[in-house]
């Protein structure tokens, strides 16, 4: 039986580089030659014991590869070809598919996330792609690995948080945390029409990038209570839509304050504790707020419109690769990104 490397979730704290088998596919599935992938913060979440899943499973949901066989049941695309696949991979028939919910396929809360969560994921030298005809989209000729690295996961997600806010022309627009989802989430806000975009973060490295990715205004809260910046910015106004991007009971919080009488909150953050909403900030209730929640949007379709972004050079983020490691070194590269070292902001990981 023909095996491969991959990185594989022991038990909490503890995640290896193991010999394992090579995934058989079925009539509709693909099985993808991984080029490069990269770690997400929910990985993290999942080393540290935060998010649940099995031992033994292969982690990582951010492949960008090559087709090495396709399913008996899968048209339209070609062994050798250059793909990605999302993070999220919905089958594009059930219910909450055709209802515009594909992110909850099969009816189940993230039924979606299926790679390095309920099936094994891509850290490995191979992955098997589910529901294959739904998931592959061509990589556009031109387009490094890079490039496209973060489509699968951070750039859905960030896109998605300011997409599901509801983000209109002229708007202003708090975004709360600048790692790779929340600088997604400040060009995702640019794109949609914010005129005014302000970011809060603790690294001026990370500001400095969302000066870059559209952020008119930027915030250290080591320097600065943001909240009393954001009241002079709005002249007490409060703004249109906050984005929330790390997952905390005080970025949370300070979203809620951040906003007008009648603004929404979208959530991108995953929460590992317990969520409250002070009743004042809340207007007990009455303040007309919106609290909306996103899993990022997958599919070949959203994947496909990514990467037309990138390839039309509205967006840049190959500023968010800082480092590179082998898959061999997956362990050192975990360390380095759960820890924030060196400035990390997502490394690209190569079998």
């Not at 909490?12 to 088998?21: H, S």
């Not at 989430?185 to 975009?197: D, E, F, H, P």
């Not at 709005?234 to 009488?261: M, N, Y």
Request: contains cysteine.
């Amino acid at each position: 039986m023909a095996t491969m490397k991959a990185a594989v979730f022991v038990e909490p704290g503890r995640i290896e580089v193991q010999e394992r088998p090579v995934p058989a596919i079925g009539p509709t599935d693909a099985l993808l030659r991984v080029t490069t992938t990269t770690i997400c913060g929910t990985d993290v979440h999942i080393l540290k014991g935060e998010y649940p899943v099995k031992p033994g499973l292969i982690v990582g949901h951010e492949p960008v590869g090559v087709i090495e066989a396709l399913g008996d049941a899968i048209t339209g695309y070609q062994v050798g070809q250059r793909v990605i696949a999302g993070a999220i991979t919905p089958c594009g028939q059930c219910h909450p598919c055709l209802d515009g919910d594909s992110s909850q396929c099969g009816g189940q809360a993230m039924g979606g996330w299926q790679l390095g969560n309920t099936i094994d994921g891509c850290q490995a030298e191979y992955v098997r792609i589910p529901n294959a005809q739904a998931n592959l989209t061509p990589v556009p000729d031109g387009l490094t690995d890079e490039q496209v690295l973060m489509c699968p996961d951070i750039m859905s997600t960030g896109f998605g948080g300011a997409e599901s806010g509801h983000i209109r022309i002229g708007d202003t627009v708090a975004i709360f945390a600048q790692g790779p989802i929340g600088l997604c989430a400040t060009a995702g806000a640019k794109l949609m029409g914010a005129t005014r975009i302000i970011v809060v973060d603790g690294v001026d490295e990370r500001l400095e990038v969302s000066r870059r990715l559209g952020a008119d205004h930027v915030i250290n809260f080591n320097r600065q209570n943001p909240l009393e910046a954001i009241n002079e910015l709005t002249a007490g106004r409060g703004v249109d839509v906050a984005i929330e991007a790390l997952g905390t009971q005080q970025t949370f919080e300070s979203c809620l304050r951040a906003l007008r009488p009648g603004g929404t909150l979208s959530s991108l953050g995953v929460y590992s504790g317990k969520l409250t909403l002070p009743l004042d900030a809340m207007a007990a209730g009455l303040g007309d707020h919106r609290i909306v929640t996103t899993l990022c949007p997958g599919g070949k379709e959203r994947m496909r419109r990514l990467m037309t972004v990138i390839d039309s050079d509205r967006v840049d983020l190959t500023a968010m690769v800082t480092h590179r490691f082998r898959l061999d070194d997956i362990v050192d590269a975990y360390d380095l990104f759960s820890n924030q070292r060196d400035g990390v902001l997502k490394v690209a990981i190569t079998p």
